[in-house]
T-cell receptor, first 110, second 115 residues
């Protein structure tokens, strides 16, 4: 069982470049989330979705966009990457109150 | 908005001893869940234990148990007979049960088990 899969696992970008992180889940969950993890700050919610075609802002949405065109996929986009977006990004999905996490994606912006 | 506070950034304990990690939260909700997640060096987020707010009985999972004090908004994790594999970051998290479901995390406690 794949669960929640994130791609890519690692990426290095230059300031101003764009990229998309893909999250895929095979558990038919309605809810999907993108978090970022920074030292000393825990995990902070960027954006989330409560169903196909819906998205909502979380705690730290600035500089990111998301889309949920298919129920199983949740995409996180950086249009113009900044060094402050260097972080580890986690995708998660939820069906009944428990979140299942992907393995994380380490993004470095130079 | 909900907030979760973990006041112990780092802890260490000898192998086989018992350790308690603290967590407090602030909410006006009555229906919610509380979780402890473990993050080992592999970076994977692993669910350790879950507590439903409506249940008075404290959750237990093998060597892991919680002390849930709803009125005090406290949710501590006790690890008994600690093992080297318990070395990890531990995150306390709050999940609102109905409407606008999302998980709010504390800042984490780095636990080191000393051989």
């Amino acid at each position: 069982n794949a669960g929640v899969t994130q791609t890519p696992k690692f990426r290095v970008l230059k300031t101003g470049q764009s990229m998309t992180l893909l999250c895929a889940q095979d558990m038919n969950h309605e809810y999907m989330y993108w978090y970022r993890q920074d030292p000393g700050m825990g995990l902070r919610l960027i954006h989330y979705s409560v169903g196909e075609g819906t998205t909502a802002k979380g705690e730290v949405p600035d500089g990111y966009n998301v889309s949920r065109l298919k129920k199983q996929n949740f995409l996180l986009g950086l249009e113009s990457a900044a060094p402050s977006q260097t972080s580890v990004y986690f995708c998660a999905s939820s069906g009944t109150g428990e979140l299942f996490f992907g393995e994380g994606s380490r993004l470095t912006v130079l | 908005a909900q907030t979760v506070t973990q006041s112990q950034p780092e802890m260490s304990v000898q192998e086989a001893e018992t350790v308690t990690l603290s967590c407090t939260y602030d909410t006006s909700e009555s229906n919610y869940y509380l979780f402890w997640y473990k993050q080992p060096p592999s970076r994977q987020m692993i669910l350790v234990i879950r507590q439903e707010a409506y249940k008075q009985q404290n959750a237990t999972e093998n060597r892991f148990s919680v002390n849930f004090q709803k009125a005090a908004k406290s949710f501590s994790l006790k690890i008994s007979d600690s093992q080297l594999g318990d070395t990890a970051m531990y995150f306390c998290a709050f999940y609102r049960a109905f409407g606008n479901e999302k998980l709010t995390f504390g800042t984490g406690t780095r636990l080191t088990i000393i051989p």
